[in-house]
Each structure stands twice: as structure tokens, then as C-alpha cells.
Nanobody
């Protein structure tokens, strides 16, 4: 299974970006997908998560500014980021909880390589 993120870049404060993450490979079912971020010298933190049924949750720091959505048929998750702040600067990682033919009992975690978001200060 591979997760590939795209959409990062450089943006002015108050600007917007949309991140995408596509999961591919031997996938039986994607149970949930999430976006995490890690700024230099900080721990990786959960930004937003969406389960297959569509329920979502967000970190307090992004609630109301970011929206997570998914296309289950395409095994794709998006992160729409609005009103970006310099504090949002980080490497953004996609994580999938995915059931594969090799482990049908429970989903396993798969991570992408990350996409960098820089909000100018």
C-alpha cells in the first residue's frame, strides 16, 4: 500500500491550499484517513481525521479553518486549508487505516512521505 500526498507549497497568511492524498495498492477497505503535521522541533500532531462513514474530527487549532473530505471510491482524502497562518507551517502527512488481503482482521496504519506547507510570516 502506498499513500502519496500532493498540494503543498508556499502561501501568504490568510491564503488557502488544498492537500490531496491518494492510497493505492492491495486495498480491501479504507477504514479512516487522517492528516497529521510536524513542524521543526515539534512532535507530529493530528490535524483532522475522517472515517469511511464521513464523521470527522479536528484539532482545536484548525477547527473552522480546515476541512477534511474524502472520495471513498478513489481512496483519496483532501484537506482544504483556509485562513492559513504562519503557525500552520509544517510537513503534512497523510495516514490511512487500511484493511489489506494480508491482514483481514483489523486495519493497519500506512503513512505517506509528506508534503511541505509554508505560510510566510
Amino acid at each position: 500500500v502506498q499513500l502519496v500526498e500532493s498540494g503543498g507549497g508556499l502561501v501568504q497568511p490568510g491564503g488557502s491550499l488544498r492537500l490531496s492524498c491518494v492510497a493505492s495498492g492491495s486495498i480491501i477497505s479504507v477504514v479512516a484517513m487522517a492528516w497529521y503535521r510536524q513542524a521543526p522541533w515539534n512532535q507530529r500532531e493530528l490535524v483532522a481525521r475522517i472515517v469511511r462513514a464521513g464523521d470527522t474530527n479536528y484539532a482545536d487549532s484548525v477547527n473552522g479553518r480546515f476541512t477534511i473530505s474524502s472520495d471513498n471510491a478513489q481512496n483519496t482524502v483532501y484537506l482544504h486549508m483556509n485562513s492559513l497562518k504562519p503557525a500552520d507551517t509544517a510537513e503534512y502527512y497523510c495516514k490511512g487505516d487500511i484493511v489489506t488481503p494480508f491482514e483481514l482482521r483489523s486495519p493497519e496504519e500506512y503513512w505517506g512521505q509528506g508534503t511541505k506547507v509554508t505560510v510566510l510570516s
